[in-house]
């Protein structure tokens, strides 16, 4: 028995048989991505040059805008986030507070900011965004530590830096994730994902500089 999915694909024998084991199509779906999606964050990372938070956190992001009702309540809550994290850290500031202690009553004002945008959405009758699972407020949330630690070692400039490379990641992956397209081809032909892997081999061993490197350094490379 094969699977169609909501395109009307026919999924493949494989991803058929995870279906009627019981895994849902979805999860099914999201998991062929995620490889996919890591390895546009590393190229964008070492051809590029976009940091971002790592690999991790704009791959989980872009998990959190697929799991919300629409991409412009997952931004809406990623700027929520980052701006409240910015406004407590030098409201924290005179207190000399410890790292753990700070981080917690950061998220504890967090999750109380992100009810509020909940609750105007809900007074809007904006239902999508109100009714947004606890799922990507949770990712949205603990992107609150992973600015603070920025934030303290490199400054507010690069943590605001890396927090909008991370959004423009994510959104780029939310789009490249919900391509009919793609999906098509991870249903049908779930072995692409291995292609991943000679890809980041290319990618691991990359030496050339990086685009960003070429505008850093435009003067430099015309004198030469």
Known sequence: MIYVNEIGTYASSIVSF??????????????LMLPIIA???AF????????????YTPLIITFAFLATNGLKYGIAIFISVIFMGMLMRFVLKPFRLLYLPRVAI???VVSILILGVLTFGGNMRRTGLASVSIFPI???ITLVEKFITVQIEKGNKAALVLAMETLFISILGFFI??????IRLVITHPWVILLTIPVNIILGKW?????????????IIKKM
């Not at 964008?44 to 690999?55: L, M, N, P």
């Not at 050339?208 to 350094?217: A, K, M, P």
Request: net charge positive.
């Open 106 to 108: 950061m998220l504890t």
């Open 18 to 31: 995870f279906i009627f084991e019981g895994v849902p199509y979805e999860t099914v779906k999201l998991i």
């Open 138 to 140: 949770l990712i949205m």
């Open 39 to 41: 390895t546009l964050i």
């Open 207 to 219: 030496t050339g500089l990086r685009i960003s490197e070429y505008w850093r350094f435009k003067e």
């Open 177 to 182: 994730a919900s391509s009919p397209f793609l």
């Open 44 to 55: 964008f990372r070492q051809v590029v040059g976009i940091k971002a938070f790592g690999i």
